[in-house]
């Protein structure tokens, strides 16, 4: 009975494959044909897709090291049952145990990046969909960027949704949660907004959302401050995609405001000017710069 046959023709197939795609790169001739300027702009939910790739990868990873791992643990505990003369029934069920041992972490690893990417999908889907909504408004004059990047302390994040024109400058943040398991009769596709915090069926007094937009509303006013050297404020909006909002207590008693994705629109109707033109087009190129770094 040996143990590492079973391992050498996969071991022997992933190093062709890996040695194909190396020598692939090496001997390409050719080269990207963009230059630096080429940049696209970044879309909705840019970070969440950049994410998303990443598991998906380390999926991929994942998936095959389980296989090598438990051919491997397989092949080695097979080679010592029998250097070892154990009896059959002894030797498959060690080779079993070995199996099942490596397959359930490899299993647990890989369950825990699928939940991650649900996560991350869900947000980017809710961020694209917020997009869509916005989207109209370029034809009354507004401009909107997606996923603005900020670093703060060495941490890297960003504003999901920044729209300016000579109506106001805002800052939109969208958080996007799943339905269902709603509690004593409660909706299950509700969410009240009391002036003060959010309450979700399963979670009261949710502040989270609101902090983070107010927190993000601060971050650009103070960014464009330093590139133009005057303030213009930023008002903050919490967009919630998918759910029924409710208004429920005294609004205007935080800075920022919530809608639903379908009723955000209505915030940028005939709202009267306050920025100048010129004031515009200066904001929009300092963000046309900021966010023009997609080049994969």
Known sequence: MNGWGIIVPFALYLLIVVGVIFAARKLRKTRWPFKEEDRLLRGPGESLRKEITRIDEAF???FLGGILCVLFGTAVTLYYAVALKLTNYTAWTLVAFVAFFISSVSAFRIHRLWKKRQSYYLGWFGERLVAEKLAPLRFSGWRIFHD???????????IDHVVVGEGGLFVIETKTRRMGGARNGETDHEVCFDGLALHWPRQKNDESGLIQAERN??????????????????????V?????????GKLGRRPCRVDSANWVQNTFKNRKPCLPSQTVELIVLRLL????????
């Open 60 to 62: 991929l990873y994942e």
């Open 148 to 158: 603005v990047p900020f670093v703060s302390n060495g941490k890297h994040f960003n």
């Open 217 to 238: 509303a601060v971050t650009l006013a103070a960014w464009i401050e330093q590139e133009l050297g005057f303030e213009v404020p930023a008002t903050p909006i919490l």
């Open 240 to 248: 919630i995609p998918g759910w029924s909002v409710q208004m429920t």
């Open 289 to 296: 710069a900021k966010c023009r770094d997609v080049d994969e």
